[in-house]
């Protein structure tokens, strides 16, 4: 029988890798890592948030909770755009010029898994 969850459950695992790397640059190197300075929420590395709506999201994935999973990832894309905005309208990055190694600040990334987690969880006709 297929998963109808392994999307979600494969977006948030790679969204707990990602800022987890993120997290332990900053923590271990002193740094944000890809060439770009972290966006702040409340005093803390934007990434702090990003790996807890993560690991919220894995687990509500793993148990199978399509509401909850719907109103985090909603909270979530809330959080990532702002987090996308700062970035883009005050960049802290080194020498104040922001050369991101992805192209793009890492939000941007958090953004998009985000996005595919709820659209994945949308109910579908089959």
């Known amino acids: 029988m297929k ?28 740094s944000c890592p890809l060439n770009e300075g ?35 990832a909603t909270l979530a894309i809330i959080f990532a755009i702002y987090s996308t905005y700062i970035d883009f309208a005050y960049p802290r990055c080194p020498g104040g010029v922001c050369q991101y190694t992805l192209l793009l600040p890492t ?7 985000y996005l595919g987690i709820y659209i994945f969880s949308l109910p579908r006709n089959r």
Do not use: W
């Open 3 to 30: 998963n109808k969850y392994l999307p979600q459950i494969l977006l948030s695992l790679g969204g707990v890798l990602f800022s987890g790397y993120l997290i332990f640059s900053k923590l271990f190197i002193g």
């Open 38 to 72: 972290c966006s702040y929420f409340l005093g803390y590395p934007s990434c702090y948030f990003g790996f807890a709506f993560f690991i919220t999201l894995l687990v509500l994935s793993l148990l199978k909770k399509l509401k909850a999973i719907q109103v985090v």
């Open 107 to 113: 939000c941007v990334y958090g953004l998009a898994m």
